[in-house]
């Protein structure tokens, strides 16, 4: 019976375990080191503001894994001989493999600041920085202040969750408005403000120069690089981004670049080594993804597709329209296809935005300026259907439809105000005066 | 939600997570109401009754809304859950199992020995907590209060005090807030005041709450409940009349446009208190799959329990010869099994392809009850069934399931099975509700595509105990015959996956593979075969 192992029990190993099981008798190993179960890893911070306990952010129960032949191994996979398809585990064990497939998720970045490995700085992405967190941040009393480095969707979690207890946070984001990288301006502006309305103090335009330590090595202060000025702090969280944890790799034979990298089909420059999920690093990148893609949602399309040519039908990986979603504190934030912030934005793209005068819901819909081409859409507070804007994507509706016939991708629950009728109207008045 | 307006002039953060000095002041006033009441249960007799009455439920009502307002109303509007699994009181710590075991016992004694609470017996006078009621009884019925009367203002009291509550902490979600408003709305009319006014009326004529409908109202078609009726001509008869429509014709119409919410979370009042008074205990159901197959059966047992001991108990009371009635106990329990077999014919008919191995049992339990019926008929004598004293089936189904499976465990165990322990494993008319649901209703909790990120939240708010997680994760619409439609898992989703509707019966169950945003052609491939 040939042998599958997955490293790493994160959303893509996991879906893609599940669905080997549904297309073949396989025998099936998933290796961690980091949680003996399959978690939510975006549900942790739930954890800490008291939501939920750690066991419901996994979805499965611990019965399901036996039921279905999937053997849960825990340990830390330190060399891949992918010659003799062993793998060696750093408290020494072995463990044979006929096909081997890594999903080993991401780490947060570190840039090189000052401090960065002192005691009560973590970042917020694995089961083992929350444990940190609750040592280092119970309360308002054990930690007076804490301060997040980068404006990103960890980093404005990460200032929620501590806002649930009562902590304050200073918040550095070295973008001169919050994740406008990714965000048109407008959207951008909303989440500014709504972040000063939670109380959290944000510096845009702010670098960290470095991270003061105590006698006891724990962390006490940070200085900004632009004003050098001291924040006192007893937490200082790392959010500037992720990027592909392989450093266990980098001895094998895998090629690896920034991430572990695959072709379209997954598979690696070793036959039957496969990546898939945030570690896999595309050679090319398909439409205007990224070769890199620290997504939920894309770890769990790459999970079903290799399933299918691990079990004999061979077939691309070959995503759909982009769709992604998160929610910044208060406000829910949907986007399908694609809308660009101010940098990487294509020349042809142009944009329509409404926004509610209470400043909390909007959208912004991108379209071709020469041929009116509907090109993605990105909404805040408002809920939209998944199913339609992908039809329309692919019908390639242009803007005018779209617009006319935004009551139709409406998501929101029963009884909720409508804006349909104003985002038309304002639709109509700005095309009359551009 | 606004960001313009930002009521707080605090300048620590506003989320709290410990009460505020207001909020222990409106706690304070809060339990001086309960302590008042306390007193009264231990005989303290007070001068003006009237008077220290309205005080101690004048101050639970404001001590709750100040409460709620110091709580809600200085803070951004969404979701309000923070540190719902640290709080003692709602993560069965020492203040949860205080609070129930104190509302256990307080059932217990409601049911079982009104005296304590200072009931007055034949024509005696009321002494104790009960008698601190008898003016506002007085004023409404003119006559004196009972232990139901005590019991009925205190629920109504709870639901229309934390249903402002729940208003408050839903106040970004107007579907929260309408069916918030309208469980406030039948509980205060329908259960409490329509009854006494109706007292007025007519005097004979027994309580009758019109929204309690067969057989979550076991007591309606008892003998002495149908003759009472009858006795008092055409509003008696009318009102019979309502009862029977209720459960065969209104219900399974609204059910079908609606589903199952239109009665468990918008109408009834066990389901009003749960969504109100309970509503901090929603997250303590049990996920876990065994409880969803316990869930399965004994729900279903209570319902067979009800339809044999109703059907049994007006079999009795039906005489054999046409010439009185026309309604003989030939006829009666004919239509009965027609009725009965004409369902599962229907079901077996139409819809054998939904229901897979659970088919099987359905067929066991319609058979069951068949054949039990004609048991009885043929072993039926005056007084006994199935070879035992009819009254026996009655009574035993009144204390087991009416008293303590509703009462006692239902909402005595709030803060340790959760809000809706008994909605969810005992109540009839949930059962008869969620079956048509299941089969033969508009409703369905939509899943939105591929956007589910499995984080839970949406189970964990499952007063039902349903792992929303496990339809939502695979991009599958909800149809479960237990979802009430309370709505809460739509609003506590991150990311905008879920949406209750009511639209068209094809598609509505529609399990994926593979979700949607991946290859189109995988799609076909793998959810197609």
């Given amino acids: 019976m040939e042998h599958v192992v997955i490293i790493g029990n994160g959303i893509s190993g996991v879906t893609l375990a599940r669905h080997i099981r549904k297309l073949s008798d396989k025998k099936i190993t998933i290796i961690s080191a980091e949680a003996e179960y399959f978690f939510s890893r975006t549900a942790l911070m739930y954890v800490y503001m008291g939501h939920m306990k750690f066991e419901h952010t996994q979805p499965y129960e611990d019965w399901f894994w036996d039921k279905n032949r999937i053997d849960l191994k825990q340990g830390f996979v330190e060399f891949i001989d992918t010659n003799s398809k062993v793998l060696h585990f750093s408290h020494g064990e072995t463990l044979n493999y006929d096909k081997l497939v890594i999903a080993t998720g991401s780490k947060p970045n570190k840039f090189g600041w000052p401090g960065q490995d002192l005691e009560g700085v973590m970042g917020m992405y694995h089961k083992q920085d929350l444990e940190n967190l609750e040592k280092f941040a119970p309360n308002n009393k054990e930690c007076k202040r804490a301060v997040i480095v980068g404006g990103g969707l960890i980093g404005i979690e990460l200032a929620e969750m501590l806002n649930s207890r009562r902590i304050p946070v200073t918040f550095l984001v070295r973008e001169s408005s919050f994740w406008n990288g990714v965000l048109p301006e407008g959207e951008s502006g909303i989440i500014n403000r709504h972040i000063r309305n939670h109380h959290i103090d944000l510096r845009l335009s702010t670098n960290l120069k470095e991270i003061k330590s105590d006698e006891n090595g724990k962390v006490i202060s940070v200085i900004i690089e632009e004003t050098g000025e001291e924040i006192e702090c007893d937490v200082v969280g790392l959010t500037a981004g992720v990027s592909p944890n392989i450093d266990f790799i980098k001895d094998s034979e895998i090629e690896t670049g920034r991430g572990v990298k695959v072709n379209r089909y997954l598979e690696t420059n070793i036959p039957n080594v496969y990546a898939i999920g945030d570690c896999a690093e595309q050679h090319e990148a398909i439409g205007n993804r990224r070769p890199i893609e620290a997504v939920w949602y894309t770890g769990r399309m790459m999970g079903e597709v290799l399933a299918q040519t691990i079990c004999g039908n061979r077939i691309k990986y070959n995503p759909g329209h982009w769709f992604n979603s998160a929610k910044f504190l208060d406000i829910e934030y949907q986007t399908y296809g694609w809308v660009h912030g101010k940098k990487g934005r294509p020349e042809n793209e142009a944009h329509f935005h409404w926004k509610h005068e209470d400043d909390t819901k909007c959208i912004t819909v991108a379209y071709d300026k020469n041929t009116n081409k509907f090109l993605g859409i990105n909404t805040f507070g408002i809920r939209m259907r998944h199913e339609t804007f992908d039809t329309w994507l692919t019908e390639k509706r242009d803007v005018d439809y779209v617009i006319n016939h935004l009551a139709e991708a409406n998501f929101d629950p029963e009884f909720y105000s409508r804006f349909e009728k104003q985002i038309i109207q304002s639709y109509n008045n700005q095309l009359q005066t551009a | ?529």
């Avoid at chain 2, 009237?50 to 809600?72: D, K, N, P, Q």
């Avoid at chain 2, 002494?127 to 506002?136: A, C, R, V, Y």
């Avoid at chain 2, 509980?187 to 009326?201: S, T």
């Fill in chain 2, 1 to 529: 939600m606004s960001n313009k307006l930002n009521h707080s002039m605090s300048l620590a953060t506003p989320d709290a997570l410990n009460i505020t000095t207001k909020q222990k002041i409106a706690l304070g006033l809060g339990l001086i109401g309960l302590f008042i009441l306390t007193l009264a249960l231990f005989n303290t007799s007070f001068p003006n009754k009237g008077l220290f009455l309205t005080f101690a439920l004048g101050l639970i009502v404001i001590g709750t809304i100040f409460y709620s307002r110091e709580a809600y109303l200085n803070k951004l509007e969404g979701i309000k859950n923070d540190g719902v699994w640290f709080k003692s009181i709602s993560s069965r710590g020492f203040w949860g199992w205080s609070v129930g075991i104190i509302l256990t016992a307080f059932y217990i004694v409601l049911y079982f020995y009104p005296q304590y609470l200072g009931l007055g017996k034949d024509g005696v006078a009321n002494t104790g907590l009960i008698s601190l009621f008898d003016p506002l009884s007085q004023l409404l019925s003119g006559r004196n209060a009972s232990q139901w009367f005590v019991y009925g203002t205190l629920y109504t009291i709870a639901i229309l005090a934390f249903g402002y509550k729940f208003i408050l902490k839903y106040r970004h979600n107007r579907y929260q807030q309408i069916r918030t408003v309208s469980v406030m709305f039948f509980q205060l009319g329908f259960a409490f005041l329509i009854p006494e006014f109706m007292y007025i009326m007519n005097n004979d004529l027994p309580y009758y709450d019109l929204k309690s409908i067969w057989p979550l109202n076991y007591y309606i078609f008892d003998e002495w409940s149908v003759k009472a009726f009858l006795s008092n001509g055409n509003t008696g008869l009318a009102l019979i009349l309502f009862g029977v429509l209720s459960i065969f014709v209104i219900t399974p119409i609204l059910t079908y446009k609606y589903g199952k919410r239109w009665y468990c979370s918008w109408v009834c009042g066990c389901g009003g208190l749960a969504e109100t008074a309970g509503d901090s205990f929603r997250h303590l159901s049990s996920k876990k799959l065994s409880a969803w197959k316990l869930e399965r059966w004994l729900i279903h047992l209570v319902l067979v329990f009800s339809v044999v001991m109703t059907t049994a108990m007006i079999y009795t009371y039906l005489g054999y010869k046409s010439n009185d009635f026309w309604l003989t106990r030939g006829v009666f329990i004919s239509l009965v099994i027609g009725f009965l077999t004409i369902i599962f014919a229907g079901v077996m008919i139409f819809k054998r392809n939904e229901l897979g191995k659970d088919a099987k049992y359905g067929a066991i339990g319609f058979f069951l009850v068949i054949t039990l019926l004609l048991i009885m008929h043929f072993t039926g004598t005056t007084d006994q069934l199935f070879y035992i004293k009819s009254g026996n089936l009655r009574s035993a189904y009144g204390i087991y399931i009416g008293s303590i499976f509703s009462g006692v465990i239902g909402t005595g165990f709030y803060p340790i099975l959760g809000s809706r322990a008994w909605c969810r494993f005992g109540c009839p008319m949930a059962a008869v509700l969620g079956f048509q649901q299941r089969l033969f209703s508009k409703f369905r909790i939509t899943t939105n595509g591929g956007q589910c990120i499995s984080c839970g939240n949406c189970s964990n708010s499952c007063e039902m105990g349903i792992d929303v997680r496990h339809y939502a994760q695979k991009g599958e619409n909800i149809v479960r015959s237990s979802c009430v439609g309370c709505g809460i898992c739509a609003a506590v989703c991150p990311r905008g996956v879920l949406k209750l509707e009511n639209d068209s019966m094809k598609g509505r169950i529609n399990p994926n593979e593979i979700l949607l945003g991946n290859d189109v052609d995988l799609r076909k491939l793998v959810n197609e075969n």
